[in-house]
């Protein structure tokens, strides 16, 4: 398909009309006991790179280069089955575990402790889930005396006796993961999880009133489920919790390349009726709480793809979901990134899924090199520029046909002001397979005077990636021609292209 069309794609830009301010935890991530994650991927003693403690400074410093605030841990479906027991004291005391929801063995060799180690090397704020597939309510009361107690307790004292003399002070806690999903080890219904789950933030608030929860909504808006598991588990939980989850991947379907290129389509669809959920409980509750949505895994994810790596059952570390990605997927995964922050003022905490080797936008090779995916380059630069008030972005563009979702834009975008120095931050998607797509924006109300900078990752090879032979194949470049005159930005977005154009107040 070509897109002849080359009428501009036009949007005005005013601070007086913003969305929200961006929570940093927008930029989190997430690290599951899955595949290569933690082993090989995070922690790997023995390597060149790896530091007294087994984790490797390479990742770590790639990790740190993507700007990551939050992490999410130990999953996923591995925290449905989760001994946290197991995984702290001596390692060489600490149990193998068979772990049902990757058919894996789990070690245990790297546990809370290094967990909390790799936070602070890294400087990312832990955010944790507690196990209500097969437990419960004093479960995860142990687990945050254990983490959070400063001490003079059973469980606070054994932390300590383990090396962690400080409490942990994690503030953010998932109350278990997809429960709605009968893949989930100890899937419940709504209403039964709504009573867990209300149960257990009770009883976590009884130790520390000023936690931040997070109750499981729908795996995907593709559950039968969805909209009502919601409401019934807000009903149970709304006065409890801060904040509902969302889980959403996606990937090429039978080669239907223009639906794939509008997925945050479906994205910002599912936040908003995530949003009139909450509100509708909100308001039949006469609440004046709102509850905001962590989107706590998002990410392209093949998952129609047969896996190339022969694998076993309850292998340690197999290699899982090491899907390697396009250019092509690298602009829509930069294009859900828009999605996220176009909702900024009620998505308050997002998490890619995952960090390392499992859907990664890092790579590693056992013994080997560490390398950034074509998706490391749109998470890293919002992360660095996408930090200040997001503002009210509608745009004027030409549209293209899908099979899925209609008529849809060209052009996505975004933008964000940094209101200390008023600089500004355009982040823009160019859908168009084949043709450039000139772009104007009108400035005036912002006071910008000139570009900072305009880069671009785009390739002539839509299926371009980065492997450990070549690991810099796709790298962002800088754009040509784009200008600033009288307030009005002039630029030609290329085909298929992730963009992002700082924009400065300050006078050259």
Request: with cysteine.
């Amino acid at each position: 398909m070509s897109h002849p069309d080359t009428t501009p794609a036009r949007f005005t830009l005013d601070p007086a009309f913003a969305v929200g301010s961006v929570n940093p935890r927008l930029y989190g991530s997430f690290v599951e006991h899955m595949g290569r994650c933690v082993y090989t991927g995070i922690y790997e003693p023995g390597h060149p790179a790896a530091d007294a403690d087994g984790l490797r400074q390479d990742v770590l410093e790639l990790v740190r280069e993507l700007g990551v605030t939050t992490v999410r841990y130990p999953g996923g479906n591995f925290v449905s089955g989760y001994r946290w027991e197991d995984s702290v004291g001596p390692r060489e005391e600490r149990p193998n575990r068979l772990d049902l929801a990757w058919k894996s063995t789990e070690t245990n060799e790297f546990g809370l402790g290094e967990f909390m180690d790799f936070c602070a090397k890294t400087g990312m704020e832990p955010m944790m889930a507690v196990n209500l597939g097969t437990r419960g309510v004093e479960d995860a009361i142990r687990l945050l005396e254990y983490c959070n107690h400063p001490g003079g307790t059973e469980l606070s004292d054994l932390r300590v006796a383990h090396g962690g003399k400080e409490p942990y002070g994690i503030r953010m806690w998932c109350l278990g993961n997809e429960m709605d999903g009968p893949w989930q080890t100890g899937h419940k219904t709504p209403e039964e999880y709504g009573r867990v789950a209300a149960e257990t933030a009770r009883a976590m608030r009884q130790i520390d009133p000023g936690l931040e929860l997070v109750a499981c909504g729908s795996s995907s808006s593709s559950m039968a489920t969805f909209a009502s598991w919601e409401a019934t588990v807000l009903e149970a939980t709304y006065d409890l919790v801060d904040h509902v989850s969302l889980h959403a991947y996606y990937e090429e379907i039978d080669g239907d390349r223009d639906s794939f290129l509008a997925s945050a389509v479906d994205m910002e669809h599912f936040i908003e009726s995530v949003v009139a959920t909450c509100d509708h409980v909100r308001a039949r509750l006469k609440s004046d709480k709102r509850i905001n949505l962590s989107f706590d895994e998002w990410n392209v994810w093949y998952q129609q793809r047969p896996n190339p790596h022969a694998v076993e059952e309850w292998q340690q570390a197999p290699r899982l979901l090491e899907d390697v990605y396009t250019v092509t997927d690298a602009v829509v995964f930069g294009s859900l990134v828009i999605a996220l922050l176009r909702h900024a003022d009620r998505v308050t905490a997002a998490s890619l899924a995952q960090l390392v080797n499992v859907i990664a936008p890092i790579m590693t090779e056992p013994d080997g090199p560490a390398w950034r995916q074509t998706t490391f380059y749109p998470f890293a630069q919002a992360s660095a520029y996408g930090r200040g008030r997001v503002l009210r972005v509608e745009v004027d563009s030409p549209t293209y046909p899908t099979a899925r979702f209609g008529d849809v834009p060209l052009l996505h975008a975004t933008a964000v002001r940094d209101d200390e120095t008023g600089d500004v931050t355009v982040f823009a998607v160019n859908r168009g397979k084949d043709t450039a797509l000139p772009l104007e924006i009108d400035l005036r109300g912002t006071d910008t005077h000139a570009v900072v900078e305009h880069l671009v990752l785009a390739d002539s090879d839509p299926e371009a990636t980065n492997t450990a032979d070549r690991p810099d194949r796709v790298t962002p470049h800088t754009a040509t021609g784009t200008s600033l005159t009288d307030g009005v930005l002039h630029a030609e977005l290329e085909p298929l292209s992730w963009n992002m154009i700082r924009l400065t107040r300050r006078q050259n």
